[in-house]
């Protein structure tokens, strides 16, 4: 019996620091090209006002945000080391020397490892990629990527505001820095089925990226997939469809890809549908059991480039 069948981002962590090592999620006040007016003012179908929020409330600073994240880590988790995560909207959007303050804030708080910066490929210009570089040399740093599909299609039905080659444009010049990868994709996106969904899969694993992030959609109040789903234009993926993909999903990627999560976490008050999105812990587990039943393994079926 394997004893692990995906590569985790715990693991890669405690491996690294010798100890359990936690992200805070952070709200740096930043914007998105898609809401500012910049591409659009709607955003993503799926995404609300608080973008991919952390629920922390904007009037507290980078270090108060970190300082209550750790306090609430240690005691439920036992964590002695933490990430400081720049999550909500797309945070290499502003000015450069606003940026360099904001990481460098995070970076002098006690027990902070690392950066992980999250954002869009199409809002990382050179500069900012230098400073993400000069950082990535005085601490662990990773940037995440939201890609959510490979398929031009799909992302111009969720109104993303970019396609796929500013993804792979980004992907090029950020690893010409040296800098890891984290992509994010979404299971279940309007139009996309069985096969679309994992041709993403096969395209990411030709690709030089360092991680992967999984997330189901799920519907949010306010949003116009909300609409689509009270209308009948959307349904939902059930738990078991969403398990049996991520498996799929899992054996097409290299084995040396770290996987950040494999489901997100709704608010559950702004939660639509489905209800199953929030037990969490039940999801995970009906993903590692359905591994275990089906002897499948991350890589197992993945393609080499050189074949």
């Not at 309007?190 to 096969?202: I, N, S």
């Not at 702004?270 to 999801?283: C, G, I, T, Y």
Request: hydrophobic share 35%; proline share 4%.
């Amino acid at each position: 019996m394997l004893t692990r069948r995906y590569l985790d981002l715990n693991t890669v962590l405690r491996e690294r620091f010798g100890c359990r090592v936690q992200k805070i999620s952070l709200d740096a006040g930043l914007t998105c090209p898609n809401r500012n007016g910049t591409l659009g003012t709607g955003g993503c179908i799926y995404c609300n006002v608080l973008g991919s929020g952390t629920g922390l409330s904007r009037r507290y600073s980078i270090t108060e945000q970190l300082e209550r994240g750790k306090e609430h880590l240690r005691r439920r988790y036992g964590a002695r080391k933490f990430i400081a995560y720049f999550q909500s909207f797309s945070n290499t959007y502003g000015p450069l020397d606003t940026l360099n303050r904001l990481y460098r804030e995070a970076l002098v708080v006690e027990d902070v490892v690392g950066l992980a910066i999250g954002t869009r490929p199409d809002s990382v210009p050179d500069e900012v990629l230098d400073l993400l570089g000069e950082l990535a040399r005085e601490t662990y740093l990773w940037v995440e990527y939201g890609l959510q599909s490979i398929h031009e299609q799909t992302l111009a039905a969720i109104n993303r505001g970019h396609g796929v080659s500013a993804f792979l444009d980004a992907v090029r010049r950020t690893r010409a820095r040296g800098l890891e990868i984290c992509v994010h994709v979404i299971l279940g996106l309007p139009g996309e089925g069985r096969k679309e969904m994992l041709e993403t899969a096969r395209a990411l694993a030709a690709l030089d990226i360092q991680a992967v992030k999984l997330h189901l959609l799920y519907v949010v109040r306010d949003t116009p997939l909300a609409s689509l789903y009270s209308s009948g234009a959307y349904r939902c993926l059930s738990r078991e469809e969403y398990v049996e993909l991520v498996c799929e999903f899992l054996t097409l990627l290299p084995p040396t890809a770290v996987i950040h999560r494999l489901t997100g976490d709704p608010h559950p008050h702004e939660l639509v549908a489905p209800a199953w999105a929030l037990e969490k812990q039940k999801n995970l587990q009906a993903v590692r059991e359905a591994l275990e039943r089906r002897d499948l393994w991350q890589g197992k079926y993945r393609v080499s480039p050189s074949t």
